[in-house]
């Protein structure tokens, strides 16, 4: 048994997460990466990205204790249409308000609440719970992801879901044009000290 434990804490001190260094961690905006997805009823759907304007994610005692990412939601794109007429009208659509209304509200946000180690599928290492705000709602949601680090930075990659209809985005979830409630996220970030 103590053999045991001792594999299990040399594993837990030489992992990424374990040589964390305390202090607040700035993301790095134009390195980081988020991804969304959406997708109609009838198959089919459509990909892009939105840029974070800032964010900090604070470690205290090899954990992560806290942290806020803020994204501007005028900045989105779409990948997945190449004419630019089509694309500028989708993206111009969802910037409306029956979509995400972003002359009203331009910036989302998701605040940690808590990090705890859990591995999961596809070599996720923790769990992270907090709050979503987009529109000016806010959310508890939480998703597994990967943390690495080195000696002064934190590498966080992961995928969430989360349902449009709770945070008034209007556009029909039923009908012909219908689009589905959930809205797929994956993000890349990288923050340092």
């Not at 005028?74 to 007429?85: A, F, K, S």
């Not at 990659?157 to 589905?180: C, I, Q």
Request: with cysteine.
């Amino acid at each position: 048994m103590k053999k045991i434990m001792m594999i299990a804490l040399t594993a837990l001190a030489t992992s990424g997460f374990a040589q964390m260094k305390d202090g607040k961690y700035i993301v790095d905006y134009k390195g980081s990466v988020v991804n969304w997805r959406g997708e109609n009823l009838t198959g089919g759907g459509h990909d892009g990205t939105v840029a974070i304007s800032s964010g900090n994610v604070v470690v205290m005692k090899n954990n992560i204790a806290s942290g806020r990412v803020k994204i501007n939601m005028n900045d989105m794109t779409c990948t997945d249409i190449n004419d630019p007429g089509t694309n500028s009208k989708l993206i111009n659509h969802l910037k409306a308000e029956d979509f995400f209304n972003t002359a009203q509200y331009p910036d989302a946000s998701f605040e940690i609440t808590n990090c705890a180690a859990a591995e999961g599928n596809n070599g996720t290492t923790h769990q992270i719970k907090g709050k979503l705000t987009v529109k000016g709602i806010s959310q508890d949601i939480a998703f597994p992801v990967k943390i690495e680090s080195d000696a002064g930075s934190i590498h966080v990659v992961g995928d969430m879901t989360f349902d449009r209809s709770l945070f008034n985005v209007k556009y029909p979830s039923a009908g012909e044009y219908a689009a589905k409630n959930e809205v797929k996220m994956k993000f890349d970030l990288k923050a340092k000290i």
